[in-house]
Structures are given as C-alpha cells and as structure tokens.
C-alpha cells in the first residue's frame, strides 16, 4: 500500500484522464490569469481543505505578492504549509500567513478592516456533506456556516471591495433533494443579490475524487486499521481531480462576470458509481474483494493477504440524490466561452429584500429552544419552491 499513486488512480480509474480536463482552458487564458493575479493581494478562506488547497496550487503559479489563509484546521494548515514549501513548481509568496479561525470572528475583520482588503477573496469554507443535515442542531450549523455566515462575509467586503470575490457552490445547489443542496442553492440567491456591489461568481462542480471526508477517502483510512469498505452500489457521481477541482474554481474566480456560475463540461456517460470505484480501489491495493452481506459478516471477516471485506448495499438515507445536474430549466448557458466549461450567465434571482426575509425568518426559528428540523425545511421550501426534501429518518452516520 506504501507505493499506491494516488494520483495515478484517480487518472485510470475515476475521472479517465490523463491531464486535466482544463489545462488547455488555463493555457489559453493564462496571460489574462497571470494580469490579473501577479503581484495581487488574495485571502483564501478555508483553504486548508481539499478545494481550499487546490486552488492555492492553481493560484501560486501565477505569483501574488501576499497569501493569507483562514481555516479552522489547525493541523490541515500546518500540512497546507508543508506541502506547499516542498513543492518544486510552487513558489509561496514572501508575505505569506495562515491564521486558525473562524471567518466570521472579530479576529477576521480585525485583519480584514487593518489589511484594507484584498484583491482576491476566495470563500471555501462550509459544510459539504448531506450528512451534516443529521437533526435540528446539525441543520442551524449548516445553515449558519454555508448561509448566514457568507452573508456576514458579503456585508464585510463592503467596506473594501475585492477585484474579484469567489465561493464555492455544488451540483447539489442544481434541484436541491438535501439541506445542504438547499443552503448552496440560497448562498447562489445571496451572491445574485450582491453580485450589483463587487464581482462575485461561483462554481458548482461533480464529487471531488478521494477529498477529504469523502467515502473514497475513508477507504484509505479503513485499509490503514485494518476495517471492511462499504459503498453505495446505486448512486452514480461525477467526479473532478483535486487538481481540476483548484482550477474549476481558478477560471470561476478571476475570468468569470458578476453572477455567472461555472461547472464543468461532463457528460452522463463519465459518472461513475463508488460501487465500481470500490472494485478498482481493492484490486489496486492487491486485493481480490469478499463480498459480505451484511455490516456484522463484514467487520468479522479478517483480511488476508488475498481478500478484503467489502460491502455494498442501496441507498436508503434522507438527501441522496439519484443522478447529479449541473444547471437546470430556465437558466442561460453559455457553452462556448471554454473549452471544458459551461458558464450560467443568468439564472432566476431573488431581489434581495426576499433573501434577507429568508435569512431573519431563519434567525427566528434558531432562537426558539424548542425549533423542529421540519420548521427549517418548510421554510426553505417556501423559498425554494423545487426543493424537493424527501425524509426516511436515516441518515449517513448509521451507515458504515
């Protein structure tokens, strides 16, 4: 397991390409990219985590003058460090600073209000995974991190607007099944509404393959102590490199106008299920799988040198999402300004006064002690008259 390329696998087996998808995008459109990012000022928010650090790699390369990064991984920006300082095609920028925090603290503004801003701001930090929707007090902490806190942020570059201001979306924001679909497709809302004061623009793009926290990452970590894998054998992703993923979010930020959103050019034929990304993980790593059918059958079955455990069952847990879309009815695409992206130069927008309803009818339901996780999910779907919330009273964290 010591000599697996990671990087080499993704290629092969999840995403079939060799180089990235847009490399020739970067390439054609790199002295625009080095114009506007050379010898800038940039924050990157949350930046220690998988798309976080990927879009650093992808900025570097165009040589700001000053790097700050807030996340509240402490050990995740140490590794970003490291990572980056050992990296032969990177240079990290002298005035180069990373900060543990919260975006939302006063510490951020102080820093913010005393740097006078910066050029770029790039928001990655939020709650990604349809399993942070587990009951009412999960649901305020998604809500607060992916929603009212970004609104926090927006009212902050107020005061010193940014050349260009980014945050990450999800395909999961395209008729949203979850709450965290939901809460990106309102963050989208909150930058339309903003989008008339500074550039905002975002990207909603397929699965990260192997990012942090994902189920393809947690198989590392099983084969590491030892523990069966399980996978969906029903639900089928797109699926981006983290290098494609810094750069999906590279293109969006510095070339994209007021509003438009990014996503990649994928066809239904390049998803993949896990179930099938599982059968390649295994025979990488030398193994041939034993299949087992059930979660007890699978942590008594010890590995061999031959065979590992592995189980895979449906999908049965509130906010899976069939099949994966990108944009949706209504929306004005335009499909020829990249090479390997689509960009959404117009979509519905709420005027702001509906948004900021939203957001104090939200702030209402939080600060009632007794507030039902129902409570929110009416309330989003009075806004969002697509969200389609299907409850079956399980989610993620009962499952392997």
Request: charged share 30%; net charge negative; aromatic share 10%.
């Amino acid at each position: 397991m010591s000599m697996f390329n990671l990087s080499k696998f993704i290629s092969d087996h999840i995403t079939h390409r060799p180089v990235s998808m847009f490399a020739a995008d970067i390439e054609a459109n790199k002295e625009q990219l080095k114009a506007e990012i050379e010898g800038k000022r940039v924050c990157v928010i949350g930046g220690a985590g998988s798309i976080g650090s990927s879009f650093i790699k992808a900025l570097l390369r165009f040589e700001p003058k000053q790097l700050i990064v807030v996340d509240l991984n402490e050990n995740g920006l140490a590794e970003l460090t490291r990572d980056l300082r050992s990296s032969a095609d990177i240079k990290v920028p002298e005035d180069y600073r990373t900060y543990t925090l919260d975006f939302a603290s006063p510490i951020f503004e102080r820093i913010f209000r005393e740097e006078k801003g910066f050029d770029i701001v790039a928001n990655f930090s939020a709650h990604k995974h349809v399993r942070s929707e587990r009951d009412k007090y999960s649901v305020q902490a998604l809500i607060e991190n992916n929603d009212i806190k970004a609104k926090k942020l927006m009212d902050l570059m107020m005061v010193h607007k940014p050349s260009h201001f980014f945050c990450v979306s999800t395909d999961k924001a395209a008729n949203p099944v979850n709450i965290m679909g939901a809460s990106k497709r309102i963050l989208e809302d909150l930058i339309m509404a903003y989008s008339g004061e500074f550039n905002i623009t975002t990207a909603r793009f397929a699965n990260v393959a192997f990012s942090n926290g994902s189920l393809p990452d947690g198989w590392m970590h099983r084969l590491q102590k030892r523990q069966p894998l399980a996978a969906p054998n029903d639900v089928k992703r797109y699926f981006v490199s983290p290098e494609e993923s810094g750069q999906i979010c590279l293109l969006a930020c510095v070339l994209g106008k007021r509003g438009e959103i990014f996503f990649p050019k994928l066809g239904e034929e390049q998803m993949m299920r896990f179930s099938d990304i599982c059968d390649e993980f295994v025979r990488e790593q030398g193994f041939g799988k034993h299949m087992c059918s059930s979660d007890d059958e699978a942590k008594q079955f010890a590995p061999t040198d031959s065979e590992w455990p592995v189980i895979y069952t449906g999908s049965n847990t509130t906010g899976e999402k069939a099949y994966e879309e990108f944009f949706i009815e209504g929306e004005d695409l335009n499909m020829n300004r990249f090479q390997s992206l689509g960009v959404i130069e117009k979509t519905t927008r709420r005027p702001m006064k509906d948004v900021m309803a939203l957001f104090e009818e939200f702030e209402g339901i939080f600060a009632e002690p007794n507030f039902t996780k129902a409570e929110v999910v009416a309330a989003i779907e009075r806004f969002l008259p697509n969200f389609e919330h299907d409850e079956k009273g399980k989610n993620l964290d009962s499952k392997m």
